[in-house]
């Protein structure tokens, strides 16, 4: 069984700057791509980055473009969120996520487990 668990949210003032981490459980993390997701309060859930198996493609939205960069550690089986210049708007609920494939994707159906997810709060 496949588990992942989210850390590294908190309150952080706008400008400021937060890492997020995913532990994954399960020897064959590394074939997996890995993805980061968010849910604001009353708004859905919505993509913010994916990272390929071998690092070898990433993905981010729009929104976070240049503020936030995806990494994955395959030895520890770990993905990183690491969120520059955050703004009161990327308040939410960071959500971590396991691929069906190799393939970063930014799509929610392209992916089969979740994390529990961690707070992240901008105050302005």
């Known amino acids: 069984q496949v588990q992942l668990v989210e850390s590294g949210g908190g309150l952080v003032q706008a400008g400021g700057s937060l890492r997020l981490s995913c532990a994954a459980s399960?020897?064959?993390?590394?074939?997996?791509?890995m993805g980061w997701f968010r849910q604001a309060p009353g708004k859905e859930r919505e993509f913010v980055a994916a990272?390929?198996?071998?690092?070898?493609?990433?993905y981010y939205a729009d929104s976070v473009k240049g503020r936030v960069t995806i990494s994955r550690d395959n030895v520890k089986n770990m993905v990183y969120l690491q969120m520059n210049s955050l703004k009161p708007e990327d308040t939410a609920v960071y959500y971590c996520?396991?691929?069906?494939?190799?393939?970063?994707?930014?799509?929610?159906?392209?992916?089969?487990?979740w994390g529990q997810g961690t707070q992240v709060t901008v105050s302005s």
């Open positions: 996520a396991r691929s069906k494939t190799i393939a970063a994707a930014r799509s929610e159906s392209n992916y089969d487990y």
């Open positions: 399960g020897r064959t993390f590394s074939v997996y791509g």
């Open positions: 990272i390929s198996w071998s690092d070898s493609n990433s």
